[in-house]
């Protein structure tokens, strides 16, 4: 089973509109509601791809009602730790004109030190029957953020792998931990790092403690900076549709090798397959099944070799 | 007391945003809920000045429990419909770097015919006790056009002038019903008569039932076409602030003056003065009252002479 956590989950609304026209009365011509938050995502992949996993999240009032209604609806395997704060709400307004995609995304509620102790206690008692432990997304407001680090210490304990996927001192103390994978975007990383050059700041995020860095890097695919070698990896076509929650789905793929024990090139492949999917699915969360299962095989990873900054193709 | 009757309401969430820039992400620093809907708007304006006043609106789920909750909290005087569908959402971006106000408005559920029963039974047993009935906003999808038509010739019948505050087909078919007033503002009015003059759009309206037609134009005021002549009257300076529910606070005057049974200048200087004060208000509903007081004594109003197309001072 993976298990993912999600500290600041939020009901998730996708408006779809016309253009975006500021200034002006918009009526949304669908409006979707679902659970989300990044970990929730991972899991809804997971489940879509018959992976067992198990999505463990605070829910709070507010929003919560119909984020735990929606889950539980979904069939995806999920824990509740119940909270006094509101649940946050991230509103996707989707463009069919332009196709752009903007995100209107609320800071979320404070969660108390017992209520972390009981996220706590619920990682630490689902641990021995995980194979990965995934973390996402932010923290909550006003969190101490070595909050992942412990998760990930505590994973490290039982034996079980970590994916951390988040930004700033959440992910800088987080990697200091030790995670197997941290699967940040090129603008997290060069955020947190300073650095411009992905593969030079990929390197400083291994070199502060994580065992393999995956930058996610839209459009153009994943680099992976691992202690085996460092790879790049394309989609086989470039995609217009939904790209909220397609970082999610790389980190599905990531951790669904990883539970597997797979290559790096085969961890690659996946988390590029799952994120194409997942352009080419409606909304955050869902993947295009059929289009997943095509493009695993048609995902083009390459070897970088560091000594002529050359890149061979790779078919393992 | 004053009837507000809002059949679409919503839970009115504000955005407090930086610049709104499509396809990027953006994370509110202010975010306000409240219960709304234009009725509950006048209602909540009415109880600002002290007017005894009563909202009456359908309240589903979803969204409904938050409408609830504020608005039982907010202390205006207020009758719930319970319905079996989901209550709508609003969501105003306001940006404080260029002043645009964005409205994302959800189209709302739609009401059983025993839940628009019950709304109707409940206006028939509340108008004995009310001095005027406010029809506000939108009706709910798939509603019948002549549902306001329907709850002002009951208020007629009981003797109760009505004020219909909306626009398209059930504007329309709620001015064959002779209210007392109707409040479109310019576009409304221009959409639903094809006229392009504001006069001889209101004039139209008053034609095909309309006691009294006011127009409200925005920063420039309010135009009255009665039976006892034709006034306009503006603010006294441009206002910057929030022009949600200024029209709604503009009604509540209206209904204020019209249950005192004041002179049309009166009717006009009072709209204006709420309507202003509305404006400078953080959310729609909230009323500037000391700003208000003053406005009160400033707005200017003038009779319009129709035979030389001369506007004269008045101040009765």
Same mark, same amino acid.
């Given at each position: 089973?993976?298990?993912?956590?999600?500290?600041?989950?939020?009901?998730?609304?996708?408006?779809?509109?016309?253009?975006?026209?500021?200034?002006?009365?918009?009526?949304?011509?669908?409006?979707?509601?679902?659970?989300?938050?990044?970990?929730?995502?991972?899991?809804?992949?997971?489940?879509?791809?018959?992976?067992?996993?198990?999505?463990?999240?605070?829910?709070?009032?507010?929003?919560?009602?119909?984020?735990?209604?929606?889950?539980?609806?979904?069939?995806?395997?999920?824990?509740?730790?119940?909270?006094?704060?509101?649940?946050?709400?991230?509103?996707?307004?989707?463009?069919?004109?332009?196709?752009?995609?903007?995100?209107?995304?609320?800071?979320?509620?404070?969660?108390?030190?017992?209520?972390?102790?009981?996220?706590?206690?619920?990682?630490?008692?689902?641990?021995?029957?995980?194979?990965?432990?995934?973390?996402?997304?932010?923290?909550?407001?006003?969190?101490?953020?070595?909050?992942?680090?412990?998760?990930?210490?505590?994973?490290?304990?039982?034996?079980?792998?970590?994916?951390?996927?988040?930004?700033?001192?959440?992910?800088?103390?987080?990697?200091?931990?030790?995670?197997?994978?941290?699967?940040?975007? !090129?603008?997290? &990383?060069?955020?947190?790092? #300073?650095?411009? +050059?992905?593969?030079?700041?990929? $390197?400083? =995020? @291994? /070199?502060?403690?994580?065992?393999?860095?995956?930058?996610?890097?839209?459009?153009?695919?994943?680099?992976?900076?691992?202690?085996?070698?460092?790879?790049?990896?394309?989609?086989?076509?470039?995609?217009?549709?939904?790209?909220?929650?397609?970082?999610?789905?790389?980190?599905?793929?990531?951790?669904?090798?990883?539970?597997?024990?797979?290559?790096?090139?085969?961890?690659?492949?996946?988390?590029?397959?799952?994120?194409? !999917?997942?352009? &080419?699915?409606?909304?955050? #969360?869902?993947? +295009?099944?059929?289009?997943?299962? $095509?493009? =695993? @095989? /048609?995902?083009?990873?390459?070897?970088?070799?560091?000594?002529?900054?050359?890149?061979?193709?790779?078919?393992?």
């Amino acid at each position: 089973m993976i298990l993912t956590v999600t500290p600041n989950p939020a009901l998730d609304v996708t408006y779809t509109l016309g253009q975006l026209v500021p200034n002006s009365v918009l009526r949304p011509s669908a409006v979707h509601r679902r659970a989300g938050g990044k970990g929730v995502n991972v899991a809804r992949v997971l489940h879509a791809v018959g992976q067992d996993t198990v999505a463990l999240l605070p829910v709070g009032t507010g929003d919560g009602e119909l984020l735990r209604a929606e889950l539980v609806d979904s069939g995806v395997p999920h824990e509740f730790v119940g909270t006094g704060g509101a649940t946050r709400r991230t509103t996707t307004l989707l463009s069919t004109v332009d196709d752009t995609v903007t995100l209107l995304n609320e800071p979320g509620s404070r969660l108390s030190e017992m209520e972390w102790q009981e996220l706590a206690d619920a990682v630490h008692r689902l641990l021995p029957s995980a194979s990965v432990l995934v973390c996402s997304g932010s923290l909550p407001p006003e969190s101490r953020t070595d909050a992942y680090a412990q998760l990930i210490r505590m994973a490290t304990r039982a034996g079980v792998p970590s994916v951390l996927d988040t930004s700033g001192a959440a992910l800088l103390e987080g990697v200091a931990a030790g995670p197997a994978v941290v699967k940040p975007n !090129a603008s997290e &990383l060069r955020e947190c790092t #300073g650095l411009d +050059d992905p593969l030079a700041a990929a $390197r400083a =995020l @291994r /070199a502060r403690g994580a065992d393999a860095v995956l930058v996610s890097l839209g459009p153009d695919g994943l680099l992976a900076c691992t202690g085996e070698g460092v790879w790049r990896a394309r989609p086989s076509r470039p995609l217009r549709g939904n790209t909220t929650g397609a970082g999610d789905a790389a980190v599905a793929g990531i951790a669904l090798e990883l539970a597997a024990r797979s290559s790096w090139p085969r961890v690659l492949r996946q988390a590029v397959a799952l994120s194409s !999917a997942a352009v &080419l699915g409606p909304l955050a #969360g869902d993947v +295009d099944l059929e289009y997943h299962r $095509r493009e =695993l @095989r /048609a995902v083009a990873v390459e070897e970088v070799d560091l000594e002529d900054g050359h890149a061979a193709g790779v078919n393992r």
